[in-house]
Every structure is written in C-alpha cells, then in structure tokens.
Nanobody, 121 residues
C-alpha cells in the first residue's frame, strides 16, 4: 500500500489545518490508520489513530481535544483535522497504515512521505 500525505503548511498559532492521506489500494479499508509526527532531534511520536471502520479513535494526550482523526474508506483517504495549533505541533507529519499499539508504543506497517507543518508563535 502506498500512502500520500498532503495538507501541511505554515500557519500562525491558533490556526487550523487538515491533513489528508490517500492510499493507493482499496485494502486501505482493512487497516487501522495512524498519524505520527517528527521534529529534528526527536523520535517520531504517535499523534492519532483510527480503526478500520472509524469506530474507534486514539489520540496522544498532547493533541486530545484539538485534533480529530477521520477516514473515508470509499475514497481510500484518512484525515487529520488540527485545530488550535501550537508552535509545539510543528514537525513533519506522517500517515501510516496497519498501525498497532505494541509494547513499545504505536507503530505502522506502511508509511507515506511526510508533510511539513510549521506553526509560528
């Protein structure tokens, strides 16, 4: 499965952005999808995940109440709506397919290229 993330940009604190992740195959609908982010010098961190049918969602504590993950299986696309952005949200955001929470944390089987999100103060 190939994943293509888009929607990043440069915004001011308090603004909103919506990221999209388009999958190349219809098997996308079988997978839990997730979003991760990485900043220079830090490990990639989990942001949000959504079950295959959208019935369950999971969020990092740092984004709860501000970010919303969703998906449209008919369009093979997952989304991350980000509201109330803060400078600390700056990073490269990656979407991942077939994600699971393991003993060491969240991880994914398939990865897309990242999209840069920069939040200025």
């Amino acid at each position: 499965v190939q994943l293509q993330a888009s929607g990043g940009g440069l915004v001011q604190a308090g603004a909103s952005l919506k990221l999209s992740c388009a999958a190349s195959e219809r098997t996308f609908s079988n997978y839990m999808m997730g979003w991760f982010r990485q900043t220079p010098g830090k490990d990639r961190e989990f942001v949000a995940a959504i079950s295959w049918n959208g019935g369950r969602t999971y969020y990092a504590d740092s984004v709860k109440g501000r970010f919303t993950v969703s998906r449209d299986n008919a369009e093979n696309t997952a989304f991350l709506q980000m509201n109330g952005l803060e400078p600390e949200d700056t990073g490269v955001y990656y979407c991942a397919g077939d994600v699971n929470k393991l003993a060491g944390g969240w991880s994914g089987q398939y990865w897309g290229q990242g999209t840069q999100v920069t939040v200025s103060s």
